[in-house]
């Protein structure tokens, strides 16, 4: 099979290795000059996506795929669609579904989810007067599904005055131009869980998986919001919060012509769902530790998505934990060619062949016999762990993580720890799980 690889970041990188071991024939184009060397020497890649399409379809009368990493290509994706090429990552309605908040909300609603109340704002002194005169604990999220998780806010105090001095600050550091495109959303109190399956055009691919992300850059939920530091999946136990939420706008993404991996993230309290925003692409690093329960390679899910014949993923019972490991300046990428580019990646005696494999690298490419880090901003990667129980999966993981020696790595210490004392059994005595 050929395999096209299509994104900003080659985020898929460690997927694509996957692959390429496997025997397929993969190509990949990376469109951002400063990606463009993860997995440099270990990956073959291509200056002109759309060159390639010839190649792709010449495959002996079977059609190759093409997998979209981001969600703002999604029209291009349905276009290639129309033009008969097999593709997997999301549609146009996937792009709109994340990077437009308020329609991501109002999607929900029409489905009969109920949702906190959501105000979009594209200047900030209207943002800072609408506080002022309602105050309250709000969430701060910018729209894009490209735009930078560190400037996100969730608000602390219940008067709002931390949130309204944030505004504050953005609006005297905003130099003009292109306008600010953001929400202020009510915040809700409760378990954050998410729910997230395989979509193949026509219905949901079974098991969906539950996934408990841990978004702080420092352990103690201390620090930036990076987008994720590490995760706790199973592919047991989602079933009455799929039902009850992602399950229900199925005739949307069927009308919208969308097939890749969809995910929502919510609060669950005593009230009950609160569905937050979706991902409409590949999770990072969520593609890695799925994969750690898959009784089946990716190319055999990939197939089955296509071809329709199935909807059932092979999965294994427990846990996967994932443990994101980074360098400085991560989770920012001013400084990172004098810091840490470049730097030798390294294991201690004893490392296995499982243990490899449960290494999924992200920003990294291979100088002679070596792995050193590349890239834009410090994203080693992550390292994957399974388990019967949320600790089981956890010690794995770290167990793993402290294999890998890296000056300077960086990495959360308390992957699990919120799930397996407070938020399974949360979510259990409401009655979801």
């Not at 608000?155 to 944030?166: C, H, I, S």
């Not at 792995?371 to 762990?385: D, R």
């Amino acid at each position: 099979m050929r395999y096209l690889g299509i994104g900003e970041h080659n985020e898929l990188g460690a997927l694509y290795l996957g692959l390429a071991a496997q025997g397929h024939e993969v190509r990949v184009f990376v469109e951002h000059e400063a990606s463009r060397d993860v997995y440099g020497g270990m990956l073959d890649f291509t200056a002109d996506w759309q060159a390639e399409l010839g190649w792709l379809r010449g495959n002996g009368g079977d059609a190759g795929i093409v997998l979209f990493e981001s969600a703002v290509k999604g029209e291009t994706q349905d276009a290639l669609r129309q033009d008969g090429f097999q593709v997997i990552g999301g549609s146009a309605l996937g792009d709109r579904l994340e990077a437009e908040r308020e329609f991501g909300q109002d999607v929900l609603r029409g489905f009969g989810l109920r949702t906190a109340a959501t105000h979009g704002f594209t200047d900030y002194g209207a943002a800072i007067d609408f506080l002022r005169e309602h105050g309250g604990r709000h969430v701060l999220k910018f729209n894009g599904a490209n735009g930078s998780r560190m400037r996100n806010y969730i608000g602390e105090m219940d008067d709002g005055a931390d949130m309204l001095a944030l505004l504050e600050l953005y609006r005297s550091h905003h130099a003009g131009g292109q306008p600010p495109d953001f929400v202020l959303m009510r915040h809700v109190r409760g378990v954050e869980v998410g729910v997230g399956a395989y979509f193949n055009g026509e219905a949901f691919l079974s098991p969906a998986c539950i996934d408990f992300e841990h978004k702080r850059f420092f352990p103690g939920e201390l620090g930036e919001l990076t987008g994720e530091m590490g995760t706790i999946v199973s592919y047991r136990g989602a079933e009455k919060l799929f039902a009850a939420s992602l399950a229900k706008v199925a005739p949307l993404l069927r009308d919208g012509g969308y097939c890749g991996y969809i995910n929502l993230n919510m609060i669950v309290n005593g009230e009950g769902l609160w569905p937050l925003e979706f991902t409409s692409r590949f999770g990072y690093p969520g593609f890695a530790i799925c994969q750690a329960l898959h009784d089946e390679s990716w190319d055999a899910i990939f197939r089955r998505m296509l071809s329709r014949d199935s909807l059932k993923i092979a999965t294994r019972p427990g846990f996967a934990a994932g443990v994101v490991l980074t360098v400085p300046p991560f989770p920012y990428s001013h400084g990172y060619t004098e810091l840490s580019k470049g730097e030798p990646i390294c294991f201690h005696p004893g490392v296995s062949a499982d243990d490899r494999a449960a290494l999924h690298f992200a920003e990294v490419a291979r100088l002679g016999d070596h792995l050193v880090t590349s890239g834009s901003c410090g994203y080693v990667g992550v390292a994957t762990g399974i388990g019967d129980s949320v600790q089981a999966a956890s010690d794995e993981a770290y167990r793993v993580t402290r294999k890998v020696v890296v000056p300077n790595l960086r990495y959360r210490t308390d992957i699990g720890d919120r799930v397996r004392l407070h938020d399974l059994d949360t979510l259990g005595r409401l009655g979801w799980l």
